[in-house]
């Protein structure tokens, strides 16, 4: 069965401090990546999406970065935080033309 | 571009209850998908039910139900003898059929919370 993992599992950092969150997908091969944001209260927001190796779509304009070193494994990273970088990280995976994503457990990011 | 409006921003039900979410979409594709998403305080999005809009049938899932009404473009979430265990944010999704990403957006969610 497939599985997802994100570390950590919650994260303190100073603004100004890089930033590498980490999500890893077992059991499929060539799924759809996602990196979605969600602020306290509110609704998840796509942040970046990765059809292939080292192909990555950027939705909203900001000072985070996405990668997709392998093929089941996707690094959302930035050089310097902000106090606005603070939320719930949340990475999900698809099949390639495939109908719902999954989602994997969360990062908690706080900015401080 | 696709909108998913969720105007319940929280939701107090009786335990043993049937609950509707409300959920209004906006779009000119004519395929497309819709879902219900559950959060829980631990924060995992837990899939609960997807509806096609080409699905003649609404679809259900247990005590699941999406009341699908394709002319109203509104896709509620009925939920029949509420739990405890029901208590979280529900979210409203939609995917974008055409996107080779299937990409989805997501509403902004309801709270729900179950009274013993």
């Known amino acids: 069965s497939q599985t997802i993992h994100q570390w950590p599992a919650t994260l303190v950092q100073p603004v100004g401090s890089p930033l590498s969150l980490e999500c890893t997908v077992e059991g499929t091969s060539n799924p759809n990546l996602y990196w979605y944001r969600q602020a306290a209260g509110r609704g998840l927001q796509l942040l970046f999406y990765s059809v292939g190796i080292g192909q990555i779509s950027s939705e909203v304009p900001q000072n985070l970065s996405a990668s997709r070193p392998q093929d089941r494994q996707f690094i959302l990273s930035s050089k310097k935080l902000l106090l606005s970088d603070s939320g719930f990280y949340l990475c999900?995976?698809?099949?390639?033309?495939?109908?719902?994503?999954?989602f994997g457990p969360g990062t908690r990011l706080t900015v401080t | 571009a696709q909108k998913i409006t969720q105007t319940q921003p929280g939701m107090f039900v009786q335990e043993k209850e049937a609950v509707t979410l409300d959920c209004t979409y906006d779009?000119?594709?004519?395929?497309?998908?819709l879902f219900w998403y559950k959060q829980p305080s631990s924060g995992e999005m837990i899939f609960l039910i997807y509806?096609?809009?080409?699905?003649?049938q609404n679809a259900t899932e247990g005590r699941y139900s999406l009341n699908f009404q394709k002319a109203r473009k509104s896709a509620n979430l009925v939920i029949s003898a509420s739990q405890l265990g029901d208590s979280a944010m529900y979210f409203c999704a939609m995917r974008d059929w055409y996107s080779s990403a299937s990409k989805i957006i997501f509403g902004s969610g309801t709270r729900l919370s179950i009274r013993p």
């Open positions: 509806q096609g809009s080409y699905d003649e």
């Open positions: 999900a995976w698809s099949v390639r033309g495939g109908r719902e994503q999954y």
């Open positions: 779009t000119s594709d004519q395929s497309y998908g």
